[in-house]
């Protein structure tokens, strides 16, 4: 932790949470990734998305209490995904949805399933948050 003053107030720095840039597919793994929730989950070579408008670039990492977090750029949201996957500020996973071993090693990940449920969302001015249970 560091302590950064400026003319206007004193901030306090805390170390940043690993991360790890992945292309989140949306939709349902059982409907081939039509529906909500999240179908699959891919390690990214690059920060072009392979299926517009169903996938997007995202930092994922792990925090406290068993909790992955998403932070999903809007700048790769089309609007048809935000009206299907975030309507009414919550994301809704249909299903169960097993994380990949690749991202349940590299993030050190206690267990390796994202819990079915709605979730509350985090707008940002340029990102979306989510907070998903693991289980």
């Not at 750029?73 to 975030?86: E, K, P, T, V, W």
């Not at 949805?97 to 449920?117: E, H, I, T």
Request: glycine residues 6%.
């Amino acid at each position: 932790m560091t302590t950064q003053k400026t003319t206007k107030c004193t901030a306090i720095q805390l170390k940043t949470t690993p991360f790890v840039v992945a292309e989140v597919v949306f939709g349902s793994p059982k409907k081939n990734c039509a529906g909500i929730g999240i179908c699959k989950v891919s390690p990214v070579e690059n920060v072009l998305p392979s299926l517009p408008c169903r996938s997007v670039t995202t930092e994922i990492a792990a925090i406290k209490n068993n909790v992955l977090r998403l932070r999903l750029s809007m700048q790769g949201l089309c609007a048809n995904m935000i009206d299907r996957q975030f309507s009414q500020g919550r994301f809704k996973m249909e299903e169960s949805f097993q994380l990949p071993a690749w991202l349940v090693d590299q993030l050190q990940l206690s267990a390796n399933q994202v819990k079915r449920g709605t979730y509350t969302l985090v707008f940002e001015e340029q990102h979306i948050i989510i907070s998903l249970r693991l289980g």
